[in-house]
């Protein structure tokens, strides 16, 4: 088998919990690696990489294996059902990122995207597709990946910060955000793009918006600071606002530590938002509080995958599609 779904999260959701689903997905999808490495392809423009590390490459692979392991057994006992895949492919460093390769999106869509570099387009897996439209009303997918010949790159949820709810993608200005590659996709899937320029304390360009910011249903994490253009900060803020959030603004320390790349879920109990260890450890109490007023903070372990520049969001793939009846 080259999937694996794990089956045990089966409890039905509370009716409060599905209220809320339309921003926290009840479900993802995962891939677990077999052969994880720092991806020396995309160091070039991922500050967050880091190769300061003395182990082998086969206790680096072993260790990103069991955090995976771990990441999903968390999720699957707090109810978010979770597919889990297989990579032992060892010429896809990055597989543990799916959701920068496909996004899925409510009416049944999904969208498979064109990746900056050679590596991580074979990332893209005809049996994952497959599995969707097996086990949710697939009506259509919008495949973008021939645009990577033309030297266009648009790179999922990694590029873009979905509102589901106000239909607004935040989108930070980069070579792996494409304006006109967003563009169709904003008019194929019916939101609005806010685009910005976002850099870290060093003024290197962001990478990815998912590491500088995090969209709930009720509230948002964003490190205001890494907008340097003050009016656009302003706008970015009113807009998270008048939807109805509490907007957090983090450090660029907070930023350093993926604190920026959680992901908000439905589970059997309702809302939570999954994070790295690293990152909740980041967050003042102050922010811990505010977050608990709206959802419950699951953090795991997973600091050889943020090796490789991404934490807990890059690792989960929405899926935001209605089963099939069984």
């Not at 500088?212 to 606002?241: Q, S, W």
Request: aromatic share 6%; charged share 25%.
């Amino acid at each position: 088998m080259t999937a694996l779904e794990a089956t045990r999260a089966t409890t039905p959701t509370t009716i409060a919990a599905r209220r809320h689903s339309l921003q926290a997905p009840t479900t993802v999808l995962m891939i677990r690696p077999h052969h994880f490495a720092v991806n020396p392809q995309t160091a070039a423009d991922n500050v967050f990489q880091s190769t300061t590390d003395d182990r082998t490459a086969a206790d680096i692979a072993a260790a990103a294996n069991a955090e995976c392991t771990a990441l999903a057994e968390t999720l699957i006992a707090r109810g978010v059902r979770v597919h889990l895949f297989e990579d032992e492919s060892n010429e896809r460093p990055d597989s543990v990122f799916p959701n920068n390769w496909f996004s899925t999106h409510r009416g049944g869509r999904i969208v498979t995207y064109p990746m900056f570099t050679p590596n991580r387009r074979l990332e893209r897996r005809p049996d994952v597709i497959e599995l969707l439209k097996e086990q949710y009303r697939v009506q259509d997918v919008i495949d973008y990946s021939g645009l990577e010949h033309d030297g266009l790159f648009l790179e999922g949820t990694g590029a873009m910060v979905l509102d589901h709810i106000g239909r607004i993608a935040y989108v930070a200005r980069s070579h792996r955000a494409d304006p006109v590659i967003l563009e169709r996709f904003c008019t194929h899937n019916g939101y609005e793009p806010m685009v910005f320029d976002a850099c870290d304390d060093d003024g290197t360009p962001i990478y990815h918006t998912n590491v500088l910011m995090c969209v709930g249903t009720d509230l948002a994490l964003i490190c205001l600071d890494a907008l340097p253009d003050v009016k656009r900060r302003c706008e970015v803020v009113d807009r998270l606002t008048e939807t109805g959030r509490t907007v957090i603004d983090l450090t660029h320390d907070q930023l350093r530590d993926f604190a920026g790349n959680a992901f908000e879920l439905t589970g059997s109990n309702g809302r939570l938002l999954a994070m790295s260890d690293r990152a909740h450890r980041s967050l003042t109490a102050t922010q811990i509080r505010t977050i608990e007023a709206s959802c419950e903070i699951v953090a795991v372990d997973i600091s050889t995958i943020e090796l490789a520049g991404g934490s807990v969001r890059c690792m989960l793939a929405g899926i935001h599609l209605d089963q099939r009846p069984a």
